[in-house]
T-cell receptor, first 115, second 109 residues
Framework: DADVTQTPRNRITKTGKRIMLECSQT?????MYWYRQDPGLGLRLIYY???????NKGEISDGYSVSRQAQAKFSLSLESAIPNQTALYFC??????????????FGEGSWLTVV | LAKTTQPISMDSYEGQEVNITCSHN???????ITWYQQFPSQGPRFIIQ???TKVTNEVASLFIPADRKSSTLSLPRVSLSDTAVYYC??????????FGAGTTVTVRA
């Protein structure tokens, strides 16, 4: 089983609809992240959370919201989806341990198409 | 977060060594250098990490000069399956993680 699991893996939704992408992890990490990837643009950070009570905006948070329901769960919501939010979304975790750089573990990705 | 610069793309042939250089002129004292590999439609995965000098594992080697303003990821004897995007990240435990466009490595038969 994957350490970082995303659901759904694929979703087509209509403009204006609310959509939630869910992420759960079994690595016991405190830190969780949501990214989106568009062709040729690498991965851009949407939101990140360093613990259950900590939520921070990333580079491109407009149009998105998140909820950290538990240490292991971090969901991303699009309150009113628009076509330019069509992208591949990744959830990730890291342990942020001292004495070394941060190693990030990614989920398998969620393809979202807004029509 | 230290800004990084790496080539957009590189082509190679099976069996060759591929070296990707990443520039990070404003690297901070506590920053580590980490490389990730991403295959199409998959999340990036950790390849190697270093702070200074040379680090080697079963997948790659990472060369870091004394001034740490750049680093080179070396992939020995690449195969078709090494075709992927490679990302260079520089930071510490508290850095806000963002990935640039990376380097697309294409290995040909």
């Amino acid at each position: 089983d994957a350490d970082v699991t995303q659901t759904p893996r694929n979703r087509i939704t209509k403009t204006g609809k609310r959509i939630m992408l869910e992420c759960s992890q079994t690595k016991g990490h405190d830190r969780m992240y949501w990214y989106r990837q568009d062709p040729g643009l690498g991965l851009r950070l949407i939101y990140y959370s360093f613990d259950v009570k900590d939520i921070n905006k990333g580079e491109i948070s407009d149009g998105y919201s998140v909820s950290r329901q538990a240490q292991a769960k971090f969901s991303l919501s699009l309150e009113s989806a628009i076509p330019n939010q069509t992208a591949l979304y990744f959830c990730a975790t890291s342990d942020g341990s001292d004495g070394a750089g941060n190693t990030i573990y990614f989920g398998e990705g969620s393809w979202l198409t807004v029509v | 977060l230290a800004k990084t610069t790496q080539p957009i793309s590189m082509d190679s042939y099976e069996g060759q060594e591929v070296n990707i250089t990443c520039s990070h002129n404003n690297i901070a004292t506590n920053d580590y250098i980490t490389w990730y590999q991403q295959f199409p439609s998959q999340g990036p995965r950790f390849i190697i990490q270093g702070y200074k000098t040379k680090v080697t594992n079963e997948v790659a080697s990472l060369f870091i000069p004394a001034d740490r303003k750049s680093s080179t990821l070396s992939l020995p004897r690449v195969s078709l399956s090494d075709t992927a995007v490679y990302y260079c990240l520089v930071g510490t435990n508290d850095y806000k993680l963002s990935f640039g466009a990376g380097t697309t490595v294409t290995v040909r038969a």
